[in-house]
């Protein structure tokens, strides 16, 4: 593992749990590849998983992954985006990645804790 990827590896690990509420990747280094990625925690089976939503060519891509193979996937993918949302029940965090590899970790905490995420796999879609 690269050097400069560790503040990102440590990142990772304190977030990937049940406290995670959603996470972006965005910004590829090439235009013609995967656009974004979301990240969201379901309970599947009694199980936390770790959905992923791969947005591509118009498409939409879903997986699912246990936290350690979701770690390595997410440290894999960054090294195609500049840019990487992400929020859990303590604090906000953004990750900017330079044309270099230099990792950036910018933490905010939060002030108030709201409603946790919803790990339900199939959401019930509140907008009708």
Do not use: C, W
């Not at 690269?2 to 090439?30: A, C, H, V």
């Not at 089976?45 to 118009?58: A, V």
């Not at 960054?78 to 044309?99: G, P």
């Amino acid at each position: 593992m690269d050097e400069k990827m560790d503040k990102l590896k440590i990142l990772l690990e304190e977030t990937l749990n049940g406290t995670l509420r959603g996470m972006i990747l965005s910004g590829p280094r090439r235009k013609e590849e995967i656009q974004k990625i979301r990240v969201r925690p379901i309970l599947r089976k009694n199980q936390l998983l770790f959905q992923e939503t791969l947005y591509q060519n118009g498409k939409v891509f879903h997986k699912n992954f246990e936290e350690r193979e979701m770690r390595g996937e997410l440290l894999r993918q960054m090294e195609n985006f500049r840019q990487m949302e992400l929020d859990n029940d303590l604090f906000h965090a953004t990750v900017l990645v330079s044309k270099k590899g230099t990792v950036t970790v910018k933490k905010k905490l939060r002030q108030e804790a709201g409603p946790g995420p919803d790990l339900a796999h199939n959401r019930k879609n509140s907008t009708f």
